[in-house]
């Protein structure tokens, strides 16, 4: 073994962590390049010293987005910065969610656990309930290892500062898990003083907002509605073309803040130290996306761009959880991987694991109650609805005033006029068990639970939710049957309240036109006593009063506040 004797002073350097290690490289470089003129090698003398510096990490989560990205096929979409990042490094085909929402998927990839293990299921819930032990942050276990924790960005709209867990939490301060309860060390922007930095971004601008209408007309090149592909369970209509158009938009706004986010990383001159990854934090705010557990609402894009550590094009079709980036993320920086994860490595390690199924679960959202779980193979997906009486489209409230396309289907359905295939999603209830094959029914389209010739198929796929459940303590299902989803949120009120008093608006939204529905919930949403419904009906069963899981939060606050962002990352 090569040893290298160095002066105390940099031996002591070397116990105190990753964050000491870059300083101490950067003495070694400057003393052993010194030597090189005498004949020393000055790189194989520093390695040797210091051995492989741990990378700097940056994570961006697009919110609220399929894979809806030029790189994956998407028709009518540019997206030159992601497609150059995939062709830099490697895009994976089968990344799933945990969840289809976005709280209890991000409470399950900031603790690399699912959400169903942790009591995080319900959206946003269990906000002052501390995480319980051993169970911690994946940033506890980073800054531990050196890392400087860092959330958001100044090049991105509203800052990406946004953390939505379902445990007790704060963006920002030290975390004990008992008195203490913060997840980053800083926020904003990285600089080359911070690494080994880990950099969390969200990019909110494709999550549903007022600033959609704003960014398509400030778009050089908006998306043509001609030139879009609407999937087989959409009508065809203007409206809904237009609304798909103008989310395309915002995809490209996207992609801008992305190229502005690696151009700072070469700025700086940590491209060759730094591994970026990006993905969606859950399926496209359409039809049967987010809040859903079909493919196009837990199937997500990932790209990483990693120089030196990720072979340039490569494309990997195996099996992959957003909870499987978490470990990842720890793996790279060298940190702990606590026992209790259910995510694995698959970066910075030589041969990952990849897994056979990915499962994933959908419960409580705002005043919905729900509860499916999935199993998701290559080639076929089981869902198991434990609900059956709940519908796909439900009167929830945030749906109502941010999804013009299922007001358009609502009325076509009246007036007879969808086909079978745009049917699906409009169905009364859900049927008990669905079963896809994926290879000959990509949309899902056709359920095959009840076809005599899948029956061994079914029975796997079941084998394999009853493998899961074996070694998995569900809180979802443990708590069914007695939940009580919280009523009153901000959306509820908004809708009752444009009713009341601007009627007129409300035809507009049921026309189907994109209209800025945030501005109503700040103009009718105020907070108002929680009223009890026990005994109302939501297909079946009663969402009373406040989650049984603990206090909840805002059910459809303001996703984040655009500010000055939006003129940042104009689109190109």
Request: glycine share 8%; hydrophobic share 35%.
């Amino acid at each position: 073994m090569l040893r290298c004797q160095l002066p105390p002073v940099f031996s002591g350097l070397f116990r105190l962590g990753a964050q000491s290690l870059f300083v101490a490289a950067t003495l070694i470089a400057t003393m052993v390049s010194a030597g090189a003129a005498n004949g020393d090698d000055s790189e194989s003398a520093t390695e040797a010293a210091t051995g492989p510096l741990p990378p700097n990490i940056i994570w961006i989560m697009a919110e609220d987005m399929g894979l809806d990205l030029e790189c994956y096929g998407q028709a009518g979409v540019k997206t030159p910065n992601l497609n150059q990042m995939a062709k830099e490094g490697a895009i994976y085909n089968r990344t799933y969610c945990a969840n289809p929402i976005c709280s209890p998927n991000r409470s399950s990839m900031m603790t690399g656990v699912h959400q169903t293990l942790i009591n995080a299921h319900h959206h946003r819930s269990n906000r002052d309930l501390p995480l319980v032990a051993p169970y911690k942050p994946i940033t506890s276990y980073l800054r531990d290892a050196g890392y400087t924790c860092i959330l958001g960005s100044n090049l991105v709209m509203g800052k990406g500062r946004k953390t939505d867990c379902n445990f007790k939490h704060r963006p920002i301060g030290p975390y004990d898990g008992v008195k203490k309860f913060g997840l980053f060390d800083k926020q904003n922007d990285f600089t080359a003083a911070d690494q080994p930095f880990f950099n969390q971004i969200q990019c909110v601008v494709t999550h549903r907002g007022d600033w959609w209408n704003q960014v398509r007309q400030e778009s050089k090149h908006p998306v043509s509605v001609d030139d879009v592909k609407l999937p087989p369970w959409f009508a065809d209509t203007p409206e809904i073309r237009y609304d798909w158009a103008v989310y395309l938009d915002t995809v490209e706004y996207m992609d801008n803040e992305v190229g502005m986010i690696l151009k700072r990383v070469k700025d700086e001159g940590l491209e060759n130290n730094t591994v970026v990854i990006f993905i969606a934090d859950n399926g496209r705010c359409n039809l049967r996306g987010k809040g859903y557990l079909h493919e196009s609402g837990i199937h997500v894009p990932m790209i990483v761009w990693a120089p030196g550590r990720v072979e340039p094009g490569s494309v990997i079709d195996e099996m992959v959880m957003t909870t499987d980036i978490s470990a990842s993320v720890l793996k790279l920086a060298g940190a702990e991987l606590p026992d209790y994860l259910t995510g694995r490595p698959i970066l910075g390690v030589e041969n990952p694991e990849y897994r056979q199924y990915v499962r994933s679960a959908r419960d409580i959202w705002d005043e919905i109650d729900e509860c499916s779980r999935s199993v998701t193979t290559k080639k076929f997906t089981y869902i198991k609805n434990h609900m059956p009486e709940v519908p796909w489209l439900t009167s929830q409230a945030y749906l109502e005033i941010n999804r013009p396309a299922q007001h358009v289907m609502r009325r076509l359905k009246a007036e007879g006029k969808l086909t079978a295939n745009e049917l699906t999603f409009m169905a009364d209830s859900k049927p008990e068990e669905e079963l896809y094959d994926l290879t000959k029914d990509p949309d899902q389209l056709e359920n095959l639970a009840s076809n005599p010739e899948y029956e061994s198929v079914l029975q796997e796929m079941r084998g394999m939710e009853a493998d899961w459940q074996s070694t998995h303590a569900d809180q979802g299902l443990a708590d069914l049957g007695n939940r009580h989803p919280e009523i009153g949120l901000a959306a509820e009120r908004a809708v009752e309240g444009v009713k009341e008093h601007a009627p007129e608006l409300w035809d507009r939204l049921e026309s189907g036109e994109l209209m800025e529905t945030h501005a109503w919930m700040n103009k009718y949403g105020k907070r108002r006593a929680v009223q009890s419904m026990k005994g109302a009906q939501n297909g079946g069963k009663s969402n009373a009063g406040k989650s049984n899981t603990g206090k909840k939060n805002e059910g459809n606050s303001r996703p984040g506040n655009p500010g000055t962002g939006k003129k940042k990352a104009a689109k190109n």
